[in-house]
């Protein structure tokens, strides 16, 4: 068969279609459902759900020791929770792909909204419908003096966007609404922004700090007990130096902590020393970190005599257990000790520590195992003595608040007693040695922190709950007015007479409103005098007429 052309004479040849791209049909069509909403909100599930073994496993970052422990008590389920990046879950690639597809989303969702948005804001409103009658609020009221000016005025005074078009006026209100809603999801991209930004460049250490002179803290890498460091932060810290000069801790009567302060010098580099105070609350802002202060104890001063007649004088450390009252358990070891000081010999398996427990307040009678207070009303150190070879030479990292028990199972460390020291007393070993009491020093926990993007999530903060509030509490609705004419009728016979003005105001919230009904009458009463309406002043419903 041969094809007929339908086309008229001298019609152009029709042109090819072409077949579209699949490729990008599917780039957009997959782009679409990136930057829908719905996306969005499951990505948000997905973040709070990938969140979830951060929050429960122990992480590299935050304390590697955990992490240790973890492995050793669950090898071979820690093997695999490894390879998924369980321990290091918010630097994952799998909690980084999630993070990064909502913050796609989010721009990408905003983005078109903020541009229709900003088009209604610059559209006037639209003009007045034929039938008002059909609005969800409608009523016809006597027009008020000045009429449409004095309609539009009126409106202006309660912030109404008015156009006026002849005898119409069209009112729109509750732009905020929409407003707040971008600015909500807005605040949501910088809330992620804020994050990134202290992920990638903020960094933070914990350090304790004991008083005196003798233990200044100088911001470097290797002086925190803690640290972690942002990818993009290197080694050169902001240079300061710190001393902890006094610390007053006040408690109530229970023993429940009221005030901590702490009162220090800071040498800042190219410049003088100088005092400066912080407390809990009021953290110490230095150029390029915040100290804050998160906890304090005691470090009972222990001097300890070798056979040689040398003495070391040590303030160590007692981290507490976690009562109210501050019971302090301790490791103080002098592996210096009994080194012979003419030939400079050193007898490891002479070496010397002091498993302690410090209460700051111990009980009048036996048995002494809790303080009763947290400040130093009754001090009492309880020491139990090791001799022996304390490991530190074999290069295996150890905790410096506790006693390694390998070295005792193994038989390198002997205990050899066990002695209850009051301040200021003292204790002789079997090789005629001796450890004193001396007292104690303060010490406080800080913790050295740097984020970049603490402004920016302070402000995205603020601009959730703005947003929010707007998008929440503002309803947007529209008002519209119509002059219309109305004879008055001369009771006698029945002929006009005169003419006035009747005004048709109709009302429609643009989304559900159930205040509408109570905004639109104090508005229609404010319209025209607070006069009644429809009717009610001998004036005739005009709705038939008002097309």
């Known amino acids: 068969m041969t094809a007929v052309d339908d086309r008229p004479a001298g019609a152009p040849p029709e042109t090819p279609r072409r077949r579209p791209n699949p490729l990008l049909a599917l780039a957009r069509n997959s782009w679409r459902q990136l930057t829908s909403m719905r996306t969005a909100l499951v ?247 915040n100290v804050y202060l998160l906890g304090h104890g005691y470090a009972p001063v222990i001097r300890y005599t070798d056979r040689f007649g040398r003495s070391q004088t040590s303030a160590v450390p007692f981290l507490g257990n976690g009562d109210l009252g501050l019971t302090s358990e301790g490791l103080a070891a002098f592996p210096d000790a009994n080194v012979n000081p003419d030939t400079g010999e050193r007898n490891p398996d002479l070496q010397m520590a002091f498993d302690g427990l410090y209460l700051p307040t111990a009980p009048q009678q036996p048995p002494f195992t809790r303080s009763e207070h947290p400040t130093e009303q009754n001090p009492l150190l309880g020491l139990v003595a090791y001799r022996g070879n304390l490991g530190l030479d074999a290069g295996i990292p150890g905790s410096v608040y506790q006693l390694d028990q390998r070295q005792v199972r193994n038989g390198r460390l002997t205990e050899i007693g066990a002695k209850e020291l009051r301040l200021g007393e003292s204790w002789t070993l079997d090789d005629g040695t001796k450890v004193e009491f001396l007292g104690s020093e303060p010490y406080i926990v800080l913790s050295v922190r740097y984020d970049p993007g ?47 003005s009747l005004v048709e105001v109709g009302g429609l919230p643009r989304t559900e409103h159930p205040g509408f009904a109570d905004e639109f009458a104090q508005l229609v009463a404010a319209l025209h005098g607070d006069r009644p309406a429809n009717g009610a002043d001998g004036v005739p419903d005009a709705r038939e007429g008002a097309d």
Not at 112 to 139: E, I, S, Y
Not at 216 to 230: D, I, M, S
Not at 477 to 484: A, D, G, I, Q
Request: net charge positive; hydrophobic share 45%; charged share 20%.
């Open 43 to 289: 990505l948000l599930f997905l973040l709070a759900v990938a969140a979830i073994p951060g929050s429960v496993l122990p992480q590299r970052g935050v304390n590697p020791e955990d992490v240790r422990d973890f492995f050793t008590e669950h090898p071979d389920l820690a093997l695999w929770l490894d390879r998924i990046g369980a321990f290091e879950a918010f630097s994952s690639v799998w909690f980084s792909a999630i993070y990064l597809l909502l913050f796609t989303s989010l721009i990408g969702c905003i983005t078109p909204r903020l541009v229709d948005h900003v088009r209604a804001l610059r559209a006037r409103p639209p003009a007045v419908p034929k039938r008002l009658g059909r609005l969800p609020q409608h009523t016809v009221v006597p027009a008020p003096e000045g009429g449409v000016t004095a309609i539009a005025e009126t409106l202006r005074r309660r912030r109404w966007r008015v156009v006026v078009r002849g005898d119409e006026v069209s009112a729109e209100k509750g732009y905020l609404k929409e407003t707040g809603n971008l600015i909500f999801h807005t605040s949501m991209v910088l809330v992620l922004l804020g994050v990134a930004l202290g992920s990638w460049y903020g960094w933070q250490g914990n350090r304790l700090l004991v008083a005196g002179a003798d233990h200044v803290f100088c911001n470097t890498r290797q002086q925190y007990a803690e640290v972690k460091l942002g990818p993009r932060v290197g080694d050169d810290l902001p240079r300061f130096c710190m001393q902890l000069d006094e610390f007053d801790a006040r408690f109530l009567p229970t023993g429940q902590p009221s005030s901590y302060n702490a009162k220090v010098t800071v040498d800042e580099d190219g410049g003088a020393p100088r005092a400066a105070e912080f407390s809990v609350n009021s953290p110490l802002r230095l150029d390029g970190a």
């Open 454 to 500: 603490t402004t920016l999530l302070l402000v995205s903060s603020v601009g959730l709950v703005l947003g929010l509030m707007g998008s929440l509490f503002v309803r947007r609705r529209r008002v519209f007015v119509r002059l219309l004419p109305a004879a008055t009728v001369d009771p006698a016979d029945g002929s006009p007479t005169s003419c006035s």
